[in-house]
C-alpha cells in the first residue's frame, strides 16, 4: 500500500510564503498522479491542485492561481506545493493525494484518488 506523509505545515503571516512536501514512505511515484486538497473548519475539502504522472500537467484551483506552484521529483518520491502571499482564506488543513493511473493528464476530483496522506496545518494569521 503506497502511505503518503505531508510536512512543511505552520503559523505564517498575510503575505507570507510557506512550502509543503509530501513523500512516499514506500513505492515510487513515477505511476501516480498527485494532488493537493485543502479542509478549512466548517467547510468541504477543495481541490487545491494536481500534477500529472511526468509533471508536464498542472490544475490549479481559480483561487490560487498565480501564487501557488505544484511540482514534483520522482527520485525523490516527493510532492510539493510552494505557496506564496498567503491569505488568512488559505488556512486550512492541506493533504497530499494520490492515484495510480495510466493517464498523462490529471483531474481535481476528490473522488478520483485512492491515497491520502495524514494532512499538515497551515495557519495564515497576523
Known amino acids: 500500500q503506497l502511505q503518503l506523509v505531508e510536512s512543511g505545515g505552520g503559523l505564517v503571516h498575510p503575505g507570507g510564503s510557506l512550502r509543503l512536501s509530501c513523500a512516499s514512505s514506500g513505492f515510487t511515484l513515477d505511476y501516480y498522479a498527485l494532488g493537493w486538497f485543502r479542509q478549512a473548519p466548517g467547510k468541504e475539502r477543495e481541490a487545491v491542485s494536481c500534477?500529472?504522472?511526468?509533471?508536464?500537467?498542472?490544475n490549479y484551483a481559480e483561487s490560487v492561481k498565480g501564487r501557488f506552484t505544484i511540482s514534483r521529483e520522482n527520485a525523490k518520491k516527493a510532492v510539493y506545493l510552494q505557496m506564496n502571499s498567503l491569505k488568512p482564506e488559505d488556512t486550512a488543513v492541506y493533504y497530499c493525494a494520490a492515484v495510480r493511473t495510466y493517464r498523462t493528464d490529471c483531474a481535481a476530483s476528490i473522488n478520483g484518488y485512492d491515497y491520502w496522506g495524514q494532512g499538515t496545518q497551515v495557519t495564515v494569521s497576523s
Open positions: 500534477i500529472s504522472r511526468s509533471g508536464g500537467v498542472t
